[in-house]
Structure formats: structure tokens, C-alpha cells
């Protein structure tokens, strides 16, 4: 099953390989932040139940203004602007990591990480559809919902063998290297 799995995934072009790599690492890193940021917002802002609640407005408004941003960007194609999106989305959690700990400021990196992912969603299946084969639109989205359903229950596990086992730093440190040396194989 292995050697199958290993040699269809050979037969596939790069493009398609590359694009389930994107799936994968997304569903893996929102397993990490979907288990994490209430701990965060917890631990750092001490909000109530009722201001986690209302933490909601910034993170949903980007899905209402999503009509308004996909018109100012219809110039760029598909993959473009999927990309943008996977860069506000990198933008804004890395920003929540850096800046001083301010709510106003932790609520506007939220609302554009938020932004970036609502772009990305609908992008997803999209480009999914795009990359299938002929009369097979289907199967490649149940296969890129498979990988992104396997890489969020490895991000989930990854969370919980980061708390028991390892320090923040250095499960960041070895997600990082591990992308370097798959980029270097790829690219280099």
C-alpha cells in the first residue's frame, strides 16, 4: 500500500504535489492554532466568556467584507491570490507572536490572519478542481480533504507531544527545519 501510495505520487506533476504540500501544511497549522489560541487569549488577555464571545466579530467580519476584498483583487488569477491569502494568514500569526501584548493590536493581526484564510477557503477547492483530471473534479477534492483531514490529526497530535515533551521553541525550531530541508529537496 505504501510502495502504490509512493509511486502514484511520483506519476503526479509537481504542480499538484506542491498544492497538496499547501493543503497539508494548512491543515496542519490551523490544528495547532485551533488547539492553542483560546489558552493564549486566556492566558495573556484573562478575557471572560462573554469578551471570547465578541472575539468573534473580528474573526468572522473578514467572511462578510469577503465579496468586497475578492472585487478590489479580481485582477489577480486563482493562485495568486491564494497565495496572498496564505501570506496574510503568516502575516497575522506571526504578528499576534511578536507584537506587545495589546488586545487592539492582537484584534487587528487576528482580523488579518482572519482575512487571509477567508480568501483561501473558497480558493482551495477551486484550484483543487482546476489540478484534477479530466471528469474527475471529485476524487481530487476528496483526496486534498483526505491529506488536509490527516494533517490536522497530526497537528493535533503534534500540539500534544509539544506540551508534554518539548518546548515551544524547539518544536518550532524542528517544524522550521523540517520545511527548509523539504524546500532545499524541492527547489535547490
Given at each position: 500500500m505504501i510502495h502504490s501510495f509512493a509511486r502514484r505520487a511520483k506519476s503526479v506533476s509537481s504542480e499538484v504535489r506542491n498544492f497538496f504540500l499547501v493543503i497539508c501544511c494548512v491543515g496542519f497549522s490551523t490544528s495547532i492554532l485551533d488547539?492553542?489560541?483560546?489558552?493564549?487569549?486566556?492566558?495573556?488577555?484573562?478575557?471572560?466568556?462573554?469578551?471570547?464571545?465578541?472575539?468573534?466579530?473580528?474573526?468572522?467580519?473578514?467572511?462578510?467584507?469577503?465579496?468586497?476584498?475578492?472585487?478590489?483583487?479580481?485582477f489577480l488569477s486563482g493562485k495568486r491570490l491564494a497565495a496572498l491569502a496564505m501570506a496574510l494568514c503568516c502575516a497575522g500569526l506571526v504578528l499576534i507572536a511578536v507584537v506587545p501584548r495589546s488586545y487592539a493590536l492582537m484584534l487587528g493581526c487576528l482580523f488579518v490572519y482572519s482575512l487571509g484564510q477567508h480568501l483561501f477557503l473558497p480558493l482551495s477547492s477551486s484550484i483543487g478542481m482546476e489540478l484534477a483530471r479530466e471528469g474527475a473534479p471529485g476524487r481530487r477534492?476528496?483526496?486534498?480533504?483526505?491529506?488536509?483531514?490527516?494533517?490536522?490529526?497530526?497537528?493535533?497530535?503534534?500540539?500534544?507531544?509539544?506540551?508534554?515533551?518539548?518546548?515551544?521553541?524547539?518544536?518550532?525550531?524542528?517544524?522550521?527545519?523540517?520545511?527548509?530541508?523539504?524546500?532545499?529537496?524541492?527547489?535547490?
Amino acid at each position: 500500500m505504501i510502495h502504490s501510495f509512493a509511486r502514484r505520487a511520483k506519476s503526479v506533476s509537481s504542480e499538484v504535489r506542491n498544492f497538496f504540500l499547501v493543503i497539508c501544511c494548512v491543515g496542519f497549522s490551523t490544528s495547532i492554532l485551533d488547539s492553542t489560541f483560546n489558552n493564549y487569549i486566556n492566558e495573556t488577555f484573562a478575557i471572560s466568556s462573554l469578551g471570547r464571545t465578541l472575539l468573534e466579530i473580528p474573526r468572522e467580519t473578514p467572511g462578510l467584507l469577503l465579496i468586497f476584498v475578492a472585487a478590489l483583487l479580481f485582477f489577480l488569477s486563482g493562485k495568486r491570490l491564494a497565495a496572498l491569502a496564505m501570506a496574510l494568514c503568516c502575516a497575522g500569526l506571526v504578528l499576534i507572536a511578536v507584537v506587545p501584548r495589546s488586545y487592539a493590536l492582537m484584534l487587528g493581526c487576528l482580523f488579518v490572519y482572519s482575512l487571509g484564510q477567508h480568501l483561501f477557503l473558497p480558493l482551495s477547492s477551486s484550484i483543487g478542481m482546476e489540478l484534477a483530471r479530466e471528469g474527475a473534479p471529485g476524487r481530487r477534492l476528496g483526496q486534498l480533504n483526505s491529506a488536509r483531514n490527516f494533517a490536522t490529526i497530526l497537528g493535533s497530535f503534534g500540539v500534544l507531544v509539544a506540551f508534554h515533551f518539548c518546548t515551544v521553541r524547539s518544536a518550532s525550531l524542528l517544524l522550521l527545519l523540517l520545511l527548509f530541508f523539504y524546500v532545499q529537496q524541492q527547489f535547490l
